[in-house]
């Protein structure tokens, strides 16, 4: 079956401007997850949604990140203002949390440059 | 807190030689480790997993890990090294089975020599 897959694929910005980067789960999977990758941090986890309870935000480096989670499915990351450390490697990932100790599964990510 | 310290950054290795990529964590609670390997321009794909019960793991290409609680360990190992296993290799920690957002290494990238 199809896996989680994210959009764009690459994305070229400039400073100060406005992204969104888009995460499709698998298919009834009610848990997403969004985590950045990049060179000097290595992989930080950034935000949780599971079902309709409130988001796990706790990883989110500031008041620029945002998230949200439209029908349970699609999930779109979005970064205001963006700076030149936000550049990373932008990973979604979705698990079945109907059993306890289901792993996630990752999508390709979404490679960000902000010049 | 929860953290992962992933020894080397960097493992060359030749080819048909053991593999053996470090990791150690710390955890307030008993915890549950996983090994991801990462292939160039792909996302993560899970390696193996110890939630409870026998400590050593069996995953998938080959690789096992064995959990050492008193040594706070999750050492991942393959007794032969093909070509196929270069990759960034992550081990990562989790409080809840992996519910929570899950707390990684930096990485393992490995090198294998022909």
């Known amino acids: 079956g199809a896996g989680v897959s994210q959009s764009p694929s690459n994305k070229v910005t400039e400073k100060g401007k406005d992204v969104e980067l888009r995460c499709d789960p698998i298919?009834?999977?009610?848990?997403l997850y969004w985590y950045r990758q990049s060179l000097g941090q290595g992989l930080e986890f950034l935000i949780y949604f599971q079902g309709n309870s409130a988001p796990d935000k706790s990883g989110l480096p500031s008041d620029r990140f945002s998230a949200e989670r439209t029908g349970g499915s699609v999930s779109t990351l979005t970064i205001q203002r963006t700076q030149q450390e936000d550049s990373a490697v932008y990973l979604c990932?979705?698990?079945?949390?109907?059993?306890?100790?289901?792993?996630?599964?990752f999508g390709p990510g979404t490679r960000l440059t902000v010049t | 807190a929860q953290s992962v310290t992933q020894l080397g950054s960097h493992v060359s290795v030749s080819e048909g030689a053991l593999v053996l990529l470090r990791c150690n964590y710390s955890?307030?609670?008993?915890?549950?480790l996983f090994w991801y390997v990462q292939y160039p321009n792909q996302g993560l794909q899970l390696l193996l997993k110890y939630t409870t019960g026998a400590t050593l793991v069996k995953g998938i290409n080959g690789f096992e890990a064995e959990f050492k609680k008193s040594e706070t360990s999750f050492h991942l190992t393959k007794p032969s090294a093909h070509m196929s296993d270069a990759a960034e290799y992550f081990c990562a920690v989790s409080d809840l089975g992996g519910a929570d957002g899950l707390t990684f290494g930096k990485g393992t990238h490995l090198i294998i020599q022909p």
């Open positions: 298919s009834g999977h009610t848990a």
């Open positions: 955890s307030s609670v008993p915890p549950y």
């Open positions: 990932a979705s698990r079945d949390s109907s059993g306890s100790l289901g792993e996630q599964y």
